[in-house]
């Protein structure tokens, strides 16, 4: 199982920015995944996610903020991230899991994570 984020880079603050996670040996289909950032000096933070029957999960904080979704046709799965702010600065990392039932935000059950984007945020 491979799965390779891509989409980070320098923004500037309001922009909106979109990252992808695609997968290889893992279908996002039936399959859940989930969306984390760390930043600088941070711990690790879930962000988003998708569960094994397709709900969507967006972490309190981040609600209205991000948009998770997944085109299982292209086994690829995306984090938008809207009105991006300095406080994004983060690697962002997607992580999926073949046992999951439904969705979890328990870092520590994820078995496949991507090496990582980072998303730098200019003011």
């Known amino acids: 199982v491979q799965l390779v984020e891509s989409g980070g880079g320098l923004v500037t603050t309001g922009e909106s920015l979109r990252l992808s996670c695609t997968a290889s040996e893992f279908a996002f289909d039936g399959n859940a995944m989930i969306w984390v950032r760390q930043a600088p000096g941070k711990e690790r933070e879930a962000v988003a996610g998708i569960g094994s029957d397709g709900s969507r999960h967006v972490a309190t904080s981040m609600r209205g903020a991000v948009t998770v979704s997944s085109d299982n046709a292209k086994n690829t799965a995306y984090l938008e991230i809207h009105n991006v702010k300095p406080e994004d600065t983060a690697v962002y990392y997607c992580?999926?899991?073949?046992?999951?039932?439904?969705?979890?935000?328990?870092?520590?059950?994820?078995?496949?994570w991507g090496q990582g984007t980072q998303v730098t945020v200019s003011s």
């Open positions: 992580a999926g899991d073949k046992q999951m039932l439904g969705f979890s935000w328990f870092l520590g059950v994820w078995t496949y």
